[in-house]
Antibody, heavy 117, light 108 residues
Framework: QVHLVESGGGVVQPGRSLRLSCAAS????????MHWVRQAPGKGLEWVAVISYDGNNKYYADSVKGRFTISRDNSKNTLYLQMNSLRTEDTAVYYCTRDLGNNFDYWGQGELVTVST | SYVLTQPPSVSVAPGQTARITCGGN??????VHWYQQKPGQAPVMVVY???DRPSGIPERFSGSNSGNTATLTISRVEAGDEADYYCQIWDSFSDQAVFGGGTKLTVL
């Protein structure tokens, strides 16, 4: 079955960087578009970024554009989110999700990122 | 950017029908997807492309979309349906996904 497992979260100071990873299994990773979605504590869902199956096309939410970079390594079945210049408002649980058709049919368990002094 | 509007909360008695709306400008021209999220868990898709159900989702969950409003309908509501529900579309103008603010369904 489909499994998405995020890792790399933790506590980081404002202005610093962090890289999240998402290990995928149970499906042919290289043929699927993938997304990151986040959820601040007690808040709703916010879409972050999307990457095409081959990594050639990427789109971002306005709130992270220029600071976050989505990437993938199809040889390792892994999705990444490089987060630079982190702000306190980036504190959230970050979910790796698989695209079914401009929606999200499978989600990871989520990884908490806390940006704090 | 495109905005989706949901009521913050909906309450319903067990066995009754819950309807959760999602408003947006000409949303009827877009494909709407719905997610259920229980406390401490990742979201689960319950309806996609307005009215299709993923495998394993009970037939009690259905969706419709027309004009400026999409609706998630949950028939014969059970205590286990208590959760937050989010609608979502893909905004092809900005190449971004958009979520509604979420609706907390309370089963009385």
């Amino acid at each position: 079955q489909v499994h998405l497992v995020e890792s790399g979260g933790g506590v980081v100071q404002p202005g610093r960087s962090l890289r999240l990873s998402c290990a995928a299994s149970g499906f042919t990773f290289s043929t699927y578009i993938m997304h990151w979605v986040r959820q601040a504590p007690g808040k709703g869902l916010e879409w972050v970024a999307v990457i095409s199956y081959d990594g050639n096309n990427k789109y971002y939410a306005d709130s992270v554009k220029g600071r976050f970079t989505i990437s993938r390594d199809n040889s390792k079945n892994t999705l990444y989110l490089q987060m630079n210049s982190l702000r306190t408002e980036d504190t959230a649980v970050y979910y790796c999700t698989r695209d079914l058709g401009n929606n999200f049919d499978y989600w990871g368990q989520g990884e908490l990122v806390t940006v704090s002094t | 950017s495109y905005v989706l509007t949901q009521p913050p909360s909906v309450s319903v008695a067990p066995g009754q029908t819950a309807r959760i709306t999602c408003g947006g400008n000409n949303i009827g021209r877009k494909s709407v997807h719905w997610y259920q999220q229980k406390p401490g868990q990742a979201p689960v898709m319950v309806v996609y492309d307005d009215s299709d159900r993923p495998s394993g989702i009970p037939e009690r969950f259905s969706g419709s979309n027309s004009g400026n409003t999409a609706t998630l309908t949950i028939s014969r509501v059970e205590a286990g349906d208590e959760a937050d529900y989010y609608c979502q579309i893909w905004d092809s103008f900005s190449d971004q996904a958009v979520f509604g603010g979420g609706t907390k369904l309370t089963v009385l």
